[in-house]
């Protein structure tokens, strides 16, 4: 079975008993018995084909399956016009990439997080064991200007929630912070 979903020239469908179809693929499928054909249409769209041939963008449906269980490649879009469906796989295919480029960003982003709390806990940890209070304000004075913001004009706030999770060791670090360099 080819990869999907991908494009296939369809020359020919035949009608089952309820009213879904079979179809061969052009230059593949070349058995003259219809329940060889691979490519299941189901018959809302089979209706729609009135000639041959026709292209339509086959995928991999896990719920339309060969009577053996195997997974059976099925055909929702057809049109006479392959570049419409090209057009259709093109700007699926860039929805896709944006998609997981945003999730990859997202992930990239919680795990900033995710460090710089742990940085917090440790600098909060070092700060028990410091003798200098001073010292201690210096060595993480870095990490308190990455996990807080100051506007021009406003007062600073402490960047320590993504999308719904709240990074406590972040604000807690940063307030306590805050507090030490105002005494």
Known sequence: MKDTPYIAKIAECYQTGNGNYFCREEGTQESEHHLDWEIFIPENIGNEISKFPIYGIVITDNNTQFFNGKTRPTCRVVNENKEYLDNILNEENNLEKQANDHLNRS????????????????????????????????????????????????PRITDSNFNGTSFKMIQKFANIYESLINL
Do not use: H
């Open 107 to 154: 992930i990239e982003t919680l795990n900033r997080y995710y460090d710089n709390s742990s940085r917090c806990e440790l600098a909060l940890k070092d700060l028990k064991l410091s003798m200098s209070v001073q010292d201690w304000l210096n060595n993480y004075y870095t990490l308190f200007n990455s996990v807080t913001i100051k506007p021009n004009g406003l």
